[in-house]
């Protein structure tokens, strides 16, 4: 009840400064309606941001890194991390303020490192939710690829926006690529961090579901 009136209170918060739109979801969801590709060689990569962070404290390991290590231990993935060149605040109040001027302004803040996404076939895209969307060193990620007849498939922690449309933003930033709309994950941040065993089991779950 606590972590649903929380929920619901970040999500007005968010919604009030006018750059979200998204439905609560407080808890974990699942959605299983469209076949997809689910053989040949396999890839998580994710953005996650330790430190200070909503309804957590400081954390040493992000959130939406936890679920990325689930999935890559479930499935056999290697796993990239999206590392921006200049890290993003650990005070939580500053990195929103960041966070927000780079959504506003359409930043691609430049990224440390790269992968060779050709040589995969189906790619897990993990990011936490930012503002109802992608952090934009994502989309930095994202548009210095070919996605061209890649498998994505989106996944995502959040404190009560669930996926808030990302995953259709990301079959139009994709291009090319086979982009699992409405099959990604979204897990609670809280969920991921302080009930690892009830996580583990819905990404268990998921991944079932989806036939790995
Ligand atoms: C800059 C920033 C913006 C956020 N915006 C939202 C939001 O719009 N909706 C939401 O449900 N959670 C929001 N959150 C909470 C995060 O999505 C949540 O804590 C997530 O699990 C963090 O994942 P990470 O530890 O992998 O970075 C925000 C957090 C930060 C730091």
């Known amino acids: 009840m606590i972590r649903k009136i929380i929920s619901v209170a970040l999500s007005a918060m968010f919604s009030l400064s006018g750059v979200c739109s998204c439905t609560a979801k407080p808890t974990v969801e ?8 689910t053989d040949g060689k396999k890839l998580v990569v994710f953005f996650s941001h330790a430190g200070e962070n909503y309804n957590v404290g400081v954390i040493e390991k992000g959130n939406t890194r936890i679920i990325a290590d689930m999935i890559a231990d479930a499935v056999g993935a290697d796993r990239f991390e999206i590392v921006p060149a200049k890290p993003y605040p650990v005070n939580y109040n500053e990195c929103i303020e960041v966070a927000k001027d780079e959504k ?9 490192g ?11 895209l993990g990011y936490p939710n930012w503002w109802g ?3 934009m060193c994502v989309y930095t990620f994202i548009e210095q690829h070919d996605w061209t007849g890649k498998t994505v498939i989106p996944f ?3 404190e009560g926006s669930g996926m808030g449309g ?3 933003k990301i079959a139009n930033a994709c291009k090319g690529a086979d982009v699992a709309v409405c099959k990604g994950l979204a897990v609670q941040g809280k969920i991921a961090q302080e009930q690892q065993e009830v996580a583990g089991e819905n990404v ?4 079932s579901k989806l036939g790995f």
């Open 156 to 158: 995502i922690t959040h």
């Open 104 to 112: 506003q302004s359409g930043a691609r803040p430049a990224i440390n």
């Open 114 to 124: 790269d992968v060779k996404i050709e040589d995969y076939d189906v790619i897990f």
């Open 166 to 168: 990302t995953d259709r």
């Open 204 to 207: 268990d779950k998921w991944l």
């Open 133 to 135: 969307e992608m952090p």
């Open 30 to 37: 699942t959605k299983n309606d469209i076949d997809m590709k």
